[in-house]
Nanobody, 121 residues
Framework: QLVESGGGSVQAGGSLRVSCATSGYIYNSYCTAWFRQGPGKEREGVAAISTEGGSTFYADSVKGRFTISRDNAKNTLYLHMNDLKPEDTAMYYC?????????????????WGQGTQVTVS
């Protein structure tokens, strides 16, 4: 089970941190990632992280602004978002799956959360 939290409304240039709490499996065995889907847009990969956090991957649109991290002791995934832009407005979803890690390819993830809304104005 994946449960996102931390979304909200923020002005352009602001920051937010969204979290994804997990339960029911050995979290540190799973690849995890954040995806988003804006109004009228396809779901896109935002950031991904390997099982132990040693490797991270980012979409070009968020590089330098977003940071993905995971705390395996707390079974929690994070996405720190800085310098937010109106085009970052979307529903943000966390996803996980067993290796091999699919990076930012949505079809490679088996488990999905319900999403948390981020709105930038």
């Amino acid at each position: 089970q994946l449960v996102e939290s931390g979304g909200g409304s923020v002005q352009a240039g602001g920051s937010l941190r969204v979290s994804c709490a997990t339960s029911g499996y050995i979290y540190n065995s799973y690849c995890t990632a954040w995806f988003r889907q804006g109004p009228g847009k396809e779901r896109e990969g935002v950031a991904a992280i390997s099982t132990e956090g040693g490797s991270t991957f980012y979409a070009d649109s968020v590089k330098g602004r977003f940071t993905i991290s995971r705390d395996n002791a707390k079974n929690t995934l994070y996405l720190h978002m800085n310098d937010l832009k109106p085009e970052d407005t979307a529903m943000y979803y966390c996803a996980s799956s067993l290796p091999p890690c699919s990076k930012l390819v949505a079809s490679g993830y088996k488990y999905w959360g319900q999403g948390t809304q981020v709105t930038v104005s």
